[in-house]
């Protein structure tokens, strides 16, 4: 039996409460240009210097929309095309064909760079051609800054990965791709893989001198948006980064629904109650999620990924930074099977078969932290001890027809669930979770490599069935994980680490072979913690409302609801979390999660 989400933690006291357009503030007095006056100020910049503009833009920006709005604010300014300098798309084609794979899903990661789709002797001949009053537009126009004699002004036109697969699900094509009605995986793949790699290779070299910054998300042709797109300029857009990464702050979630879906997140939340579900909710996942930039003029949205690449050190500390790069190391996102169904049967691939088959340098670990769970909720979780794996292999692969459900009880241990169980998952171990669960995902952040085994004869929501990768899922399971295995090493795994006063210290795993270390803090007026040195991610799973402040007023106070994720970057140093003059909750509990190994003074 479902437990009614009406009942759960005083539900009427929070739904709403939760907030999906967290914003982080730019720097005092700086304005967000829009429009024609936008636009002037590039060209008074530009004729101050060389009357030369590049608007250089991320690819699945909408160029004809953005040309048309360049031209009407800049009518007396020629327009030149960068991409007029490509490579012929079937050589672009060939190029990239190794890393698309003939796979629906999973390529191999490329390392080109953005010169490597372009022609430099074409490039040359653009830059002589280039004259006053010229604005050069599309992937790739900041090309031309080391081939022009003057200092042209560059605009950097960016965008969040989110909406451009919302734009792809409408019809959007990849970069110079005449693949409208392709399938949507395989354009997401394309992306992943190839496209944004090299866009945000390309990009990182243009933070530290770009002029302005223009919010790609919001460029459409006029009767798609109703807004016109925000601008500020690059010093502005380098200060606001520096900013946030100095105080605690969200990214911007973003919901969507799913075969699996459920009702918790909608109810609980205040989501559109005209969605049949909603499955995930992205709470934190910098590669996909924006950043809103919020001052004079309204806000301007860009990616969260541009706060990774420009403050590493300072968001992700020393330790983290080495070991990762500049990439964000820690998910959390919501699963939400409440009234809907079962995740997919999964597995996902081992350190070395990630390396070597995607080039990817580290896996999918994972947990499922249960925020809340019905009463028929469980979760699958490593093979039962004594079956016969071979049988179950072949009984996965004739499920394969649809017409033979596979068995998942007889070959999978399925263990009650409930409210702040926490199940570790490390990279090779069968599982999902059930039916009437809201899941807080908490792992790393590879995201896409799940190898899906069996999926309970279900189609996706586009009426196709989902990609099954029994293949790769039979390469990865590590079949000694079996029952005696994952209550010994994955189930009730709790250890009370200190008392002080009302607040309990309690590790909660991961497993030992994960390299995320998670924290769950018990508090009824407030719990000190210190960074260490290192990024903190955290989740209010309990209570409805709570503050995070700094004991030395390094930071404003930041308010933070139930089931909100936020991110406090490794060089706030010590911070407290307390409750509020308007908590109403007896008792607040967090969960915080860390690179294991990265504090300061960890051996």
């Given at each position: 039996m479902t437990t009614p989400i009406s009942d759960m933690h005083e539900g009427h006291t929070l739904r709403g409460r939760y907030d999906t357009q967290p914003t982080v503030p730019l720097p005092s007095g700086e304005r967000i240009l829009r429009g024609a006056e936008a636009w002037k100020a590039v060209a008074d910049a530009a004729q101050r210097r060389a009357s030369v503009i590049l608007v250089d833009t991320y690819p699945g920006t909408d160029v004809p929309a953005l040309t048309t709005q360049i031209q009407s604010a800049l009518p007396d300014w020629q327009i030149v095309d960068v991409e007029q300098a490509a490579r012929p798309v079937a050589e672009v084609e060939q190029l990239i064909a190794p890393n698309l794979t003939d796979d629906r899903v999973f390529g191999v990661m490329s390392h080109y760079t953005l010169p490597d789709f372009y022609d430099a002797d074409k490039l040359d001949a653009l830059a002589d051609r280039t004259t006053e009053n010229t604005v050069v537009v599309g992937w790739g126009a900041a090309l031309l800054r080391d081939r022009l004699e003057s200092s042209p002004v560059t605009v950097l036109v960016d965008m969040a990965r989110w909406e451009i697969q919302l734009?792809?699900?409408?019809?959007a094509t990849n970069w110079r791709a005449d693949n409208a009605g392709e399938d949507n995986l395989r354009k997401y793949k394309r992306g992943f893989f190839v496209e944004w790699r090299v866009a945000d290779r390309h990009k990182r070299t243009l933070f530290d001198t770009i002029d302005f910054v223009l919010d790609g998300n919001a460029i459409a042709p006029a009767e798609k948006h109703e807004h016109e797109a925000g601008m500020i300029t690059g010093d502005a857009f380098r200060a606001a980064l520096a900013n946030a990464a100095s105080r605690p702050f969200r990214v911007v979630p973003f919901f969507d629904p799913g075969v699996w879906g459920g009702q918790w997140m909608k109810n609980l939340i205040g989501l559109d109650p005209s969605k049949d579900n909603y499955a995930w909710c992205f709470d934190c996942v910098p590669e996909e999620n924006s950043l809103?930039?919020?001052g004079e003029g309204g806000v301007i949205e860009i990616p969260s990924l541009d706060l990774v690449f420009s403050q590493p050190v300072e968001l992700l500390g020393a330790k983290t930074f080495s070991r990762f790069g500049a990439e964000f190391p820690i998910r959390f996102d919501f699963l939400d099977t409440m009234d809907g169904g079962n995740l997919s049967l999964q597995v996902h691939p081992l350190t070395d078969y990630i390396q070597n088959t995607f080039g990817m340098h580290y896996t999918q670990d994972e947990s499922y932290y249960m925020l809340d769970a019905g009463d028929d909720a469980v979760v699958y979780l490593g093979t039962k001890t004594g079956i016969d794996r071979d049988r179950m292999l072949r009984d996965l692969a004739r499920a394969q027809d649809g017409e033979h459900p596979f068995p998942a009880e007889q070959y999978v241990n399925a263990f009650p669930a409930r409210k702040h169980d926490h199940f570790a998952i490390p990279a090779g171990t069968?599982?999902?979770s059930g039916a009437?669960?809201?899941?807080?995902?908490?792992?790393?952040t590879?995201?896409?490599?799940?190898?899906?085994?069996?999926?309970?004869g279900r189609v996706g929501l586009d009426g196709i069935p989902r990609p099954v990768h029994l293949d790769h899922g039979a390469r990865n399971i590590q079949w000694d994980r079996d029952t005696d295995w994952v209550h010994e090493n994955l189930l009730d795994q709790v250890e009370t680490i200190g008392e002080d006063g009302d607040v309990v210290e309690e590790r909660t795993g991961l497993h030992a072979l994960e390299f995320i270390e998670t924290r769950r803090h018990w508090f009824t007026e407030a719990a000190d913690h210190d960074t260490d040195g290192?990024?903190?991610?955290?989740n209010l799973v309990e209570g409805d409302e709570a503050r995070v402040v700094?004991?030395?007023d390094a930071f404003e106070p930041f308010v933070v609801h139930y089931a909100e994720t936020f991110i406090v970057p490794a060089s706030v140093g010590p911070y407290r979390i307390e409750r509020t003059e308007h908590t109403r909750s007896e008792r607040l509990a967090t969960v915080k999660a860390y690179v294991r190994g990265s504090r300061a003074g960890d051996e």
């Open positions: 734009r792809q699900r409408a019809g809103l930039l919020e069968v599982h999902c009437n669960s809201m899941v807080l995902e908490i792992s790393a590879p995201f896409i490599f799940t190898f899906k085994l069996w999926d309970w290192t990024v903190n991610v955290l700094s004991p030395t």
